[in-house]
């Protein structure tokens, strides 16, 4: 079982920056893909960025070049640097995990950006 715990949300104004961090605990040989989803009010969830555990990265067409993905495969951690912060990109941000075959999700922090 494989446990993800993301801290790092907030409010934050237009045009500013938030990094969220996810750690994994449980019990885990190695984490093939880490990445961060996004949910809106009254949208689907959606794909903000991966990264493998080879240090490839995939970026939503939307948070390219504003936002950065990171990982620490010592510590289990994803990262998401998030720099010029635009209202649309309020939603409750959700980390996720494939480890061995099997996806495990965070329980969600929000990012609030306010003009």
């Known amino acids: 079982q494989v446990q993800l715990v993301e801290s790092g949300g907030g409010l934050v104004q237009t045009g500013g920056s938030l990094r969220l961090s996810c750690a994994a605990s449980?019990?885990?040989?190695?984490?093939?893909?880490m990445g961060w989803y996004r949910q809106a009010p009254g949208n689907q969830r959606e794909l903000v960025a991966a990264?493998?555990?080879?240090?490839?990265?995939n970026y939503a067409d939307s948070v390219k070049g504003r936002f950065t993905i990171s990982r620490d495969n010592a510590k289990n951690t994803v990262y998401l640097q998030m720099n010029s912060l635009k209202s649309e990109d309020t939603a409750v941000y959700y980390c996720q995990a494939l480890v061995i075959g099997r996806l495990y999700w965070g329980q969600g922090t929000q990012v609030t950006v306010s003009s």
């Open positions: 449980g019990t885990i040989f190695s984490i093939d893909v």
């Open positions: 990264i493998t555990s080879g240090g490839s990265t």
